[in-house]
């Protein structure tokens, strides 16, 4: 019984001294993560949408050895449209005609999203802990937007659900990604946040088979940036809450 004890006292007294805290070393951690972020257009994009905004969900797995990959997707949304769509259905002035012969209220949005896998590293520092630092990674995936079209009242046949397929410019395609930031991991798990900046390219083709306006399929190869800046609330997912721990 002796021996028993001693072997489970030795047991024990290892596996608290194997223990470490965030504070001290670089740890193992999934993080998982909200993100708010604005971005600007670019490329083939600044011709269609002006500024957007986004909301990324990530989880991310933090290594030992400061390796970073993670899974991300995010909503694009924004209402500046520069496209003028509708030249064949609306009068001179430019004005919609609805059912009831008055002017239509028609309204249009920008809508996207990515999804992508990332791969990084964090160059960390002393303080507050090894987990905190600069992170750079790049991201592989996919990105699609188009132009929403809400007819308010959904009084207006010629853009009925059918035909406004044939407006809304429904493109996507390859996305590359590059994001370079700060990431802080409190030591007491209080605040944990990464703000940082963001590049993405979008390698695409409209997907619709006929534009209605200009009366032809378009097949031009784009090339659609955003870039801005995003701010991420982080929830490190430990196995259990960090602490110290001593042996005698």
């Given at each position: 019984m002796k021996k028993l004890?001693?072997?489970?006292?030795?047991?024990?007294?290892?596996?608290?001294?194997?223990?470490?805290?965030?504070?001290?070393?670089?740890?193992?951690?999934?993080?998982?993560?909200i993100s708010y972020g604005y971005q600007l257009s670019g490329g083939d994009l600044v011709d269609r949408f002006g500024n957007n905004s986004s909301i990324q969900l990530n989880l991310d797995f933090k290594s030992k050895a400061y390796i970073m990959i993670g899974l991300n997707c995010?909503?694009?949304?924004?209402?500046?449209?520069?496209?003028?769509l509708f030249t064949?259905?609306?009068?001179?002035?430019?004005?919609?005609?609805?059912?009831?012969?008055?002017?239509a209220?028609?309204?249009?949005?920008?809508?996207?999203?990515?999804?992508?896998?990332?791969?990084?590293?964090?160059?960390?520092?002393?303080?507050?802990?090894?987990?905190?630092?600069i992170i750079f990674n790049v991201g592989f995936g996919f990105l699609q937007h188009k132009i929403r079209i809400e007819t308010i009242g959904n009084d207006v046949p010629q853009l009925s659900k059918e035909y406004k397929k044939g407006y809304d410019r429904l493109t996507n395609g390859f996305l590359l990604s590059e994001n370079l930031g700060y990431m802080y991991l409190s030591n007491n798990r209080l605040a944990n946040f990464y703000i940082g900046l963001e590049c993405m390219q979008g390698f695409t083709q409209n997907r619709r088979s006929y534009n209605f306006d200009t009366m032809e399929k378009d097949t031009k190869k784009r090339l659609d940036i955003l870039y801005g800046a995003k701010l991420m609330w982080i929830l490190p997912l430990y196995k259990k809450p960090p602490q110290e721990y001593y042996t005698h």
């Amino acid at each position: 019984m002796k021996k028993l004890s001693l072997v489970v006292f030795v047991f024990y007294s290892s596996f608290l001294t194997a223990q470490v805290s965030i504070k001290d070393s670089s740890i193992y951690t999934p993080l998982l993560g909200i993100s708010y972020g604005y971005q600007l257009s670019g490329g083939d994009l600044v011709d269609r949408f002006g500024n957007n905004s986004s909301i990324q969900l990530n989880l991310d797995f933090k290594s030992k050895a400061y390796i970073m990959i993670g899974l991300n997707c995010s909503y694009i949304f924004g209402n500046s449209v520069k496209e003028n769509l509708f030249t064949n259905i609306s009068t001179p002035e430019g004005y919609i005609i609805n059912r009831d012969g008055s002017i239509a209220d028609v309204r249009l949005w920008e809508r996207g999203f990515t999804a992508s896998v990332t791969l990084g590293r964090l160059f960390h520092f002393k303080k507050p802990n090894p987990n905190s630092g600069i992170i750079f990674n790049v991201g592989f995936g996919f990105l699609q937007h188009k132009i929403r079209i809400e007819t308010i009242g959904n009084d207006v046949p010629q853009l009925s659900k059918e035909y406004k397929k044939g407006y809304d410019r429904l493109t996507n395609g390859f996305l590359l990604s590059e994001n370079l930031g700060y990431m802080y991991l409190s030591n007491n798990r209080l605040a944990n946040f990464y703000i940082g900046l963001e590049c993405m390219q979008g390698f695409t083709q409209n997907r619709r088979s006929y534009n209605f306006d200009t009366m032809e399929k378009d097949t031009k190869k784009r090339l659609d940036i955003l870039y801005g800046a995003k701010l991420m609330w982080i929830l490190p997912l430990y196995k259990k809450p960090p602490q110290e721990y001593y042996t005698h």
